[in-house]
């Protein structure tokens, strides 16, 4: 679990990111001109197959992952997965300037106050974001991940075929894809909000450093839940109204969809509104000068519109293939269309097997 800073890479892995909606899976081709997507594909997942990034419903996953591997017949099998949840704890510490080797050494004794589990129950990572900061200590950012949780995920990958290389996080997956689409200068602060189906992940990145990542408890799955819950439709019903079909329900006026859609916006851009205010207190480096949102969910216009509005930063969609060579797939349109909700396995994809 580490940020990648090398790009083009040679050795490539499979992006897989089992999200709680759908299994996404990409994978591209590192060429001199820049990498080319070779596959993307997709596959829904059961309601509840995945609850706050545990894996409830492992024969749903690993069919979904077969599928997708079978019908875009894809052969390679080193695989990089990211994992998310109150499973997963990311935290920022200040820590007094000393080497990689003893950042690694020291870190198990000083993960202990940093971390609501016991020590011997996650796996820890440590990536070093600014090696001398202002108060003359270095910036780490400690990852730990619960060890069964990690084993869930290995299990369902091995038995869908593949070999797990790489376990990362959504919000480092997410700024890897942006990294490689999108220049930043030196000195620029901005917002990555993933908006999923049940998580939105923020990483806001100051001179291409992450410098505060927040995961919130929302997404997708509120608009379908009100949907159903107010107009009285089934979850296939509001599922269908949410994406701008099923107009013909009678019941249904689809001004009552609008409005709810924006409620529902209106309560998601409050959240993030409210990490960025966190963020923005607790840092000098905070002026966002843009947001990008990724996910299903920035397929939302209510959703653009809510957080600018609250925010006052401009708000653009993440496309993850901005700089990519997509001549090679045959469903470009379709592709292109999936964009924003790739984005996680467009990140994981950019790994190499020789990361951890
Ligand atoms: N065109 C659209 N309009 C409205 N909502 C959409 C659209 N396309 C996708 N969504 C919603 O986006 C969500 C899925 O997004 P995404 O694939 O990023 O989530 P996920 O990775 O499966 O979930 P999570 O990361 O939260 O576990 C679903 O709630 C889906 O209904
Ligand atoms: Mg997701």
Not at 4 to 24: E, H, M, W
């Amino acid at each position: 679990m580490q940020q990648q800073r090398f790009l083009l890479a040679n050795k490539t892995v499979l992006g897989l990111d089992i999200g709680s909606s759908s299994v996404k899976i990409t994978q591209l081709k590192a060429t001199k001109r820049g990498y080319q997507l070779l596959n993307f594909g997709h596959m829904q997942l059961p309601q509840e197959s995945i609850v706050d990034g545990s894996i409830m419903n492992s024969s749903a996953v690993v069919d979904a992952i077969r599928e997708v591997l079978a019908s875009k017949k894809i052969k390679q099998k080193n695989t990089a997965v990211s994992v998310s949840g109150h499973s997963v704890i990311l935290k920022k510490i200040s820590l007094p300037v000393m080497t990689h080797d003893e950042l690694e050494e020291s870190i198990q004794w000083e993960a202990e106050q940093y971390i609501p589990f016991d020590i011997n129950d996650v796996y820890l990572d440590v990536t070093i974001l600014n090696e001398h900061n202002e108060q003359g200590q270095m910036d780490v950012l400690l990852v730990a991940a619960k060890k069964d949780m990690i084993q869930e995920y290995t299990n369902v990958i091995e038995e869908a075929g593949l070999r797990p290389m790489v376990v990362d996080v959504d919000s480092f997956a997410l700024q890897n894809a942006f990294e490689v689409n999108y220049e930043t200068p030196m000195g620029e602060t901005v917002a990555l909000v993933n908006v999923g189906a049940t998580v939105v992940n923020i990483n806001c990145l100051h001179s291409r450093v992450s410098a505060f990542t927040r995961d919130i408890s929302q997404g997708g799955h509120n608009y379908t839940e009100e949907i159903q819950k107010q107009l009285n439709v089934s979850y296939e019903e509001a599922e269908a109204l949410k994406m701008g079909g099923l107009t013909e329900i009678d019941s249904v006026v689809p001004q009552e969809v609008e409005r709810v859609m924006k409620e529902v916006s209106e309560n998601i851009a409050n959240d993030v509104q409210r990490s960025l205010d966190f963020f923005a207190a607790t840092s000098a480096t905070a002026n966002i000068r843009k947001i990008y949102l990724a996910g299903g969910c920035a397929h939302v216009p209510a959703l653009s519109r809510c957080i600018e509005n609250k925010t006052g930063v401009s708000v653009g969609i993440l496309n993850p293939f901005e700089q990519m060579d997509l001549s090679r797939v045959t469903d470009e349109q379709a592709v292109r269309a999936w964009a924003p909700a790739a984005t996680v396995s467009v990140g994981l994809a950019l790994r190499s097997p020789d990361d951890r």
